[in-house]
């Protein structure tokens, strides 16, 4: 079986017209930390309710009202992780 090389010189694939117009969308490790600070603060922002209002990010908490019983007529699997063992639910009532 013929493998795939490591490393695939795209430079016949891509032209330099097209790698100048992307090199923009080229984040290093240091832009993609601050991308990751600032959508995390407009998140804990939106959650909370002193700037819930002037936040970019409108979030609203939610939570589980129920879990599964084992008597729901739905046709969704749910999977839940709980500690490092996955559980599936099946006929899940997903109020449909």
């Not at 832009?31 to 002037?54: C, P, Q, S, Y």
Request: glycine share 6%; with cysteine.
């Amino acid at each position: 079986m013929k493998m795939a090389p490591d490393v695939v010189d795209t430079n016949q694939f891509v032209s330099p017209q097209i790698r100048d117009r992307c090199r923009e969308l080229i984040l290093d490790n240091d832009k993609l930390r601050k991308i990751m600070e600032v959508l995390l603060d407009n998140i804990e922002r939106g959650l909370k309710k002193e700037t819930h209002a002037d936040s970019v990010v409108k979030c609203f908490p939610t939570y589980v009202q129920d879990l599964p019983n084992g008597t729901g007529t739905g046709s969704n699997a749910c999977y839940v992780e709980k500690q490092k063992n996955a559980e599936l639910w099946n006929d899940v009532d997903m109020g449909s």
